[in-house]
């Protein structure tokens, strides 16, 4: 999970990057410090990662957290833009967006699986070892 956790955080600051310092390049009209924010959440991400180390439950449960902020915040954004009909898909801005969501969502989904297979993990090994004691 530490690996994907890695990837998402990577292509994030990457996403960021690309929105904030190749403004030109993707077609902004100026440079905006709002194109950095999947930078940003990708940078809270890795020190959740880097977190899980020593601390794998806290480190994840900190990256998904910010993971599942990202996912919102780019729902937030997209869906009225989406129903109003005034999304300008032309335009770097929406792209970015959309690729901040789309990564935050395969980790927060990814994540959220990972949680309940290790939660249904440690319930059915705390039952086999309450069974033994029993017997």
Not at 66 to 91: E, H, N
Not at 103 to 128: G, M, N, W, Y
């Amino acid at each position: 999970m530490r690996v994907l956790c890695y990837v998402c955080s990577a292509l994030l600051i990457l996403t960021g990057g690309v929105g904030y310092f190749g403004w030109e390049a993707i077609g902004a009209s100026k440079q905006s410090l709002t194109a950095a924010i999947p930078a940003f959440v990708g940078i809270a991400m890795l020190i959740g990662g880097i977190l899980a180390i020593k601390n794998t439950m806290l480190g994840m449960h900190i990256s998904v957290l910010f993971s599942l902020l990202g996912t919102l915040a780019g729902f937030g954004r997209l869906v009225p833009g989406v129903i109003k009909g005034s999304l300008d898909w032309s335009a770097p801005a929406p792209k970015l967006i959309t690729a901040m969501t789309i990564i935050c969502l395969i980790f927060t989904v990814a994540a959220v699986r990972s949680f309940v297979a290790a939660r249904k993990a440690r319930e059915s090994q705390a039952s086999d070892t309450s069974d033994s004691t029993t017997n």
